[in-house]
């Protein structure tokens, strides 16, 4: 159901933005968002409201607890970002593009 998913998704962004606002950081629940982000965009489900902020979610948890980079690398999620914007337009690549400067 599209509901669900763009809900899953705005959890997700959510938890980031807690994680990106709360000192000390989390790296548990960090890592947690990373692997689940992972498994939306392996999904290749979503629909473009979805993804984007699935996309926003990954870069703002990486943002706030840097540890949980190597999380992301081990996954592969890198590789995965790009492919998981491209059908889903112009602004899924933009998010996409600074996702992926920020996992460098």
Request: charge should be positive; charged fraction near 20%.
């Amino acid at each position: 159901n599209k509901n669900i998913r763009l809900s899953v998704a705005t959890l997700l962004y959510n938890v980031a933005f807690y994680l990106h606002s709360s000192k000390p950081s989390r790296t548990e629940i960090a890592a947690q968002v990373v692997k689940l982000v992972d498994t939306v965009l392996q999904s290749r489900a979503y629909e473009a409201e979805a993804v984007i902020r699935c996309l926003m979610a990954l870069g703002t948890t990486i943002l706030a607890d840097p540890d949980v980079k190597p999380v992301a690398k081990e996954l592969h999620v890198v590789s995965r970002v790009e492919m998981a914007a491209l059908p889903h337009g112009d602004l899924a690549k933009a998010v996409a593009k600074e996702v992926y400067q920020v996992l460098q």
